[in-house]
């Protein structure tokens, strides 16, 4: 038998080691390895135990070794303790150690015993990793990066105890900035531009780093990072703090956001652009119809040699100054298509809109078009404001007709009114006129106006409050429903301008806006619903299943349930040897057989990566779960194949129990994680419970 454990403790690369460490400093610390461990640290001819323990110690990479020293002078108390470190040796072969032991406090020393075990073989990076990634520590980078490398260009750490930075790895068709290790505020000093230094500073502060500890949040910042090339990029670094060995570091996770910044800088341009061109009133363009470029002709604000797209010109118009209504119609005359059919033409055209008002108070822009008879590949462009002399001209020919029901004229002076326009069979609103406005607007909202509207409407259609909104303001509108005579739901809009500002005169005009309220209401609840959901697989999102979960506490007081945190075996060798592709059809695979496998009651979500969670509610008893995640298990031995590579995943589970493990999410995960772990360190494909020793596995 000892034989037969020699031989697995040799072929796993796993050995036993004791170390003791005398309370008085001037006894040097001594080591004892067994065989397997002397052959691993190539310690064979070494017999003195504190020469053995400083060979050892000499070849603990450096940056680990005050982390290892540190660990062995804390005092527990036949306490478990289990740490990775990377060991050279005379070579320069890197090997990655795992420690598991135990620490026993005597009175004359301290005593460390235990196993170390060889993990080099999961931090040994693949053909893919070496030829996309400059990859400075591989033990960091398989412990951080892996799941991130292909979201970000550039990861670093920063310990906090020594203000150093160290790069973890970047990507090589990036334009590297950092490609150094060192004081982290030197290299902010050299690689930062000045202007944004006091981003990274603020960031490092304590109080800073205490907030994001208690909230335990990530922080994004952006900066500009000096390029290889010479001058500065727009970099953005989501930081979070982590724990490895026992030490607190930051991360800073970064990619590039130059194109964004510049595309950003180039359409704050073109918004200042047509701006300009409202404010003044006037301004012609002209449009090249090949490419759809413009380049203003006239202009107060300065010369703006550099063309822009007509598109881009019609997005910002639409976005920022024409009502919601003119949308189609600016669309459809500043196209293309129909701006060449004038230049062929030789003809001359024009659209007016209305301006928002909550930006220009009440007024219209006129945009002409004109073609040459020369040039048929361009066409010029007049625009003008023309409220004043043609507001009513045009408030009846082209907004009321296409775009109102219904048309008053309303004296506030005097309170009488009168419909100008809309059909006379309409009932469902005000009379066609009267003497007294005020109390017919008090029967109109009794008869129609849905109860939850009925008080807004009677406030905001009120002259005196009409005059006063539209005094501070320079527009006065609102939006409610009513029932209308067939007992149907519709959705009003109601708008109000000034016609003679002088004498209190006004307008009021009624659109009906039901279905793109409707519209919206549906896209409401749709994102209500995207925001809880995993995007791939259909889940709830961590989000949503946080929320669920938490709603679900108050009726769970009297009742077990069950945390299942699952996480798959050998899915990142889909990922890498069949596609993302077949890596995501394998999660929808996954959470499809997951919601097949559990209630309608039950909560299924994706954490992220291959980890899902289950919240199995009001289970009858404990006794049940062994038998029904061996089921599990055997419906998630999967197979995925391209046709000439076949890669097999299974799971493994941790299962903790609520009330009795935790009354928490954060609570529940923790020890379902542990248990995970326990699983992860068996043999994988199996379950367990948290706090107890059985495993079960599926064979």
Known sequence: MNDISTNLFENIRLGKFKIIISKNQSVSPQLYLDDVLRDMFNAQNITS???????????????????????????????????????????????????NGHFIDN???????????DITSLYTLNEIDNKLYNI????????????????????????????????????????????????????????????????????????????????????????????????????????????????ENILLYGYSIQERKQRKAAKKEMEAIVSAIVADHTAVLDVNLNTGKINPLKHNIGDYTSAYDINEM???????????????????????????????????????????????????????????????????????????????????????????????????????????????????????QGLDYIADVQQYVDRFVVEEDQELVRQKMLPIYVLEYLKNTGFCNLSYGIIDDKGDYKRKFVQFQYYDKENNIILLMRSDI????????????????????????????????????????????????????????????VNDILGHVTGDKALKKVASILKQNFRNSDLVGRLGGDEFVIFMKNIKNEDMIPNFMKRLLKNLNLEFTDG????????????????????????????????????????KNGCTIYGQNVIYNYI
């Open 136 to 247: 400075r520590d591989p033990y960091k980078y398989k412990k951080y990066c892996s799941f991130y490398s292909d979201v970000y260009d550039e990861i670093y750490e920063i310990n906090l105890e020594k203000n150093y930075l160290q790069t973890i790895f970047f990507k090589k068709r990036t334009n590297k900035t950092v490609d150094e290790n060192g004081d982290v505020f030197k290299l902010i000093e050299t690689h930062v531009h000045p202007d944004d230094r006091y981003i990274l500073l603020d960031m490092l502060k304590k109080e800073n780093i205490d907030k994001m500890r208690l909230e335990k949040n990530t922080k994004r910042i952006e900066f500009r990072s000096k390029k290889k090339s010479g001058g500065y990029e727009w970099v953005r670094m989501n930081c979070m703090l982590v724990t490895l060995n026992t030490k």
């Open 49 to 99: 135990p504190e020469e053995l323990y400083e060979h050892w110690k000499s070849f603990v990479k450096e940056d680990y070794v005050k982390c290892i020293t540190d660990i062995f002078q804390i005092k527990y108390s036949d306490k478990l303790m289990e740490i990775e470190y990377p060991w050279k040796d005379n070579k320069d072969n890197c090997l990655y150690i795992r420690v």
């Open 314 to 432: 019609i997005d910002n118009l639409v976005k920022f100054y024409a009502q919601k209504t003119d949308e189609q119609k600016i669309k459809q005359f500043l196209s293309v298509d129909n701006l060449r059919k004038i230049a062929l033409n030789n003809t001359q055209a024009h659209c007016d809109i209305q301006l928002k008002n909550e930006t220009f108070g009440y007024g219209w822009l006129r945009i002409s078009a004109m073609g040459s008879k020369e040039l048929y590949d361009r066409v010029f462009l007049m625009i003008k404001n023309i409220s004043g002399d043609y507001m009513l001209e045009i408030l009846m020919n082209e907004y009321v007709s296409k775009n109102c029901e219904d048309l008053y004229y309303i004296n506030c002076k005097t309170n009488n009114f009168i419909k100008f326009s809309g059909e006379n069979i309409n009932r469902n609103n005000l009379s066609s």
């Open 107 to 117: 009175d004359s020393h301290i005593e460390i015993q235990g196993y170390q075990q």
């Open 514 to 573: 039901t279905a793109s309220y409707m519209l919206s209401v549906e896209e409401e609840r749709k994102i209500r619903k995207d925001a809880i959901t995993d995007y791939l697989t259909g889940v709830y999102n961590r989000f949503g299943l946080e929320k669920e979960f938490n709603s679900s506490l108050p009726v769970l007081e009297d009742s077990i349930s069950a945390f299942v945190l699952l996480d798959l075996d050998n899915f990142k060798n």
């Open 644 to 683: 000439i590579n076949t890669v097999e995943i299974a799971a493994s589970i941790g299962v903790s129990l609520f009330p009795k493990n935790g009354k928490t999410f954060d609570e529940l995960y923790k020890n379902a994680d542990k248990a995970l772990y326990a699983v992860k360190n068996n043999a």
